[in-house]
């Protein structure tokens, strides 16, 4: 069946390849004679990428849980001082800067189509914020916005108790194939005035002499930090 949605691809796919054909030839024929053309090489696609609105550093590291009925056996990417379960090797926890943002991909052991199909894979995130104990898994699948509560790590002086924090997965698409993993507090600030605003935030019951500003500009709203 030709539908609207097929000719809109097509011209796409045409107008793109049309312009790195002429681009090409444009380059080439400024090259020397007997010199072999150089091809423009194709950047790999990376389903998903994790963006970090903590206002902390952040590690985490993927889970792939194979389902079938009551069966539950599981693949986990752990850090050095872990064991791997059901998966030769290990990669390390991969490091997220405040504000950064990681593609990355989940590792399997055999390609979808050689599978059962009555199997059914769940691709999890497990996640550990600066100052904070590490979340339970968050399986990253389905579109839509997650919760997980996390308990501060205290030190040993502090008798302060510090009460546990939400952490927010927002998964959504970035462009048509990508899935964007948003992580962040679940309470955030609007600003809803003409004026930017000025913001201070004081943390003394985990750390000492924890002050933070942040500006929020009109008509924007931002996640208060963890820590």
């Not at 790999?44 to 985490?60: D, K, S």
């Not at 792939?64 to 379960?85: L, P, T």
């Not at 990681?102 to 055999?110: G, K, N």
């Not at 600030?189 to 942040?214: F, G, H, Q, Y």
Request: aromatic share 8%; charged share 25%; with cysteine.
């Amino acid at each position: 069946n030709v539908t609207t949605s097929m000719l809109e691809l097509f011209k796409l796919v045409q107008a793109n390849w049309g312009e790195d054909y002429y681009n090409l030839s444009d380059e080439t024929s400024q090259i020397v004679p007997g010199t072999p053309p150089a091809y423009r090489r194709r950047t790999p696609f990376v389903p998903y990428a994790l963006h970090n609105q903590t206002g902390c550093p952040l590690m985490f590291f993927t889970s792939v849980v194979d389902v079938e009925g009551k069966k539950i056996k599981r693949f986990r990417e752990y850090s050095g001082n872990r064991m791997m379960e059901d998966q030769p090797g290990g990669n390390s926890w991969k490091t997220v800067g405040v504000n950064e943002t990681l593609p990355f991909l989940f590792s399997t052991r055999s390609k979808q189509r050689h599978q059962n199909t009555h199997h059914h894979q769940l691709h999890q995130v497990v996640l550990r914020v600066e100052g904070w104990k590490e979340a339970k898994p968050v399986t990253v699948d389905k579109i839509g916005t997650f919760f997980r509560n996390v308990s501060a790590l205290r030190n040993a002086s502090s008798l302060t108790e510090v009460p546990p924090a939400r952490i927010v997965f927002e998964v959504k698409m970035l462009g048509s194939a990508q899935k964007l993993i948003i992580v962040r507090s679940a309470l955030e600030i609007e600003n809803r005035l003409s004026v930017p605003i000025r913001i201070r935030l004081e943390n003394t019951a985990l750390k000492v002499a924890d002050v933070k500003e942040m500006e929020v500009i009109p008509c924007s709203k931002v996640p208060i930090p963890l820590l």
